[in-house]
């Protein structure tokens, strides 16, 4: 079983401009959201701390791993999280705003980006190559890493699927002090869902003290769950 290594510090700017891009096209949501504090002073702030977070990111295979921009991006809220924490904001009002900032951004992107995506999704080589990662996971070669199961459908139900029964994000949320805003992270895979028609149904989460994040895909349903969580 490998152990961290520093493999994020050499992507250091890229992650920093990436993370930055996103903020700026955050500005108005930021502003209502928190009008209260001065937005180009709040994103200084978000990307000071992000900055101090990179090194401290685990090493689960890098670009290989297909979670690894999930990994990456959830840490972008925990940066956030934390200045907004230092601001007197609670873990509710960071993740309303998580949640529908995703909301909209994802609606900003070309709508021919979108369509491909909801249908590149549910296609066989996106499968295959989801099978492919999941046996990876289970081997456990790197110790911080998203353990998954995919799951077959069933031909009426779901699609496809996945079972979770180790979460890396989780797992550095635990480990920085902050695992009260993981639930609200996962929460935010419902607007992609709805807007990428995928039909998401989730029964349990690790978040919340499942044993398991069990994933339901189903092309073209309803994804019925909603904020307020």
């Given at each position: ?12 700017p ?61 840490t ?7 200045v ?7 873990v ?56 998954v ?50 039909g998401?149904?989730?029964t ?19 994804t ?6």
């Amino acid at each position: 079983m490998k152990d961290r290594v520093e493999t994020y510090e050499s992507q250091k700017p890229k992650l920093l401009l990436d993370f930055k891009k996103i903020l700026q096209r955050m500005m108005g949501f930021l502003e209502s959201h928190f009008h209260d504090i001065q937005t180009d002073l709040l994103i200084d702030e978000f990307l000071k701390e992000y900055e101090t977070l990179i090194p401290q990111l685990p090493n689960i295979g890098g670009e290989s791993n297909l979670n690894n921009v999930d990994l990456i991006q959830s840490t972008w809220a925990l940066a956030i999280y934390r200045v907004l924490k230092r601001h007197v904001k609670s873990v509710e009002e960071v993740g309303e705003f998580l949640y529908k900032s995703r909301e909209a951004l994802i609606l900003t992107f070309p709508k021919v980006l979108i369509r491909f995506h909801s249908w590149y999704r549910f296609t066989s080589f996106f499968k295959n190559k989801w099978r492919s990662f999941a046996l990876e996971t289970q081997k456990r070669e790197y110790r911080d890493n998203f353990v998954v199961t995919f799951v077959e459908g069933d031909g009426k139900g779901f699609d496809y699927g996945y079972d979770y029964s180790e979460c890396a994000i989780l797992k550095f949320f635990e480990s920085q002090g902050a695992p009260e805003l993981v639930p609200y992270i996962c929460a935010t895979d419902i607007p992609v869902s709805k807007v990428l028609n995928m039909g998401l149904e989730r029964t349990t989460t690790l978040a919340l003290g499942g044993d398991k994040c069990d994933f339901r895909f189903k092309r073209g349903r309803e994804t019925r769950e909603d904020w307020p969580l």
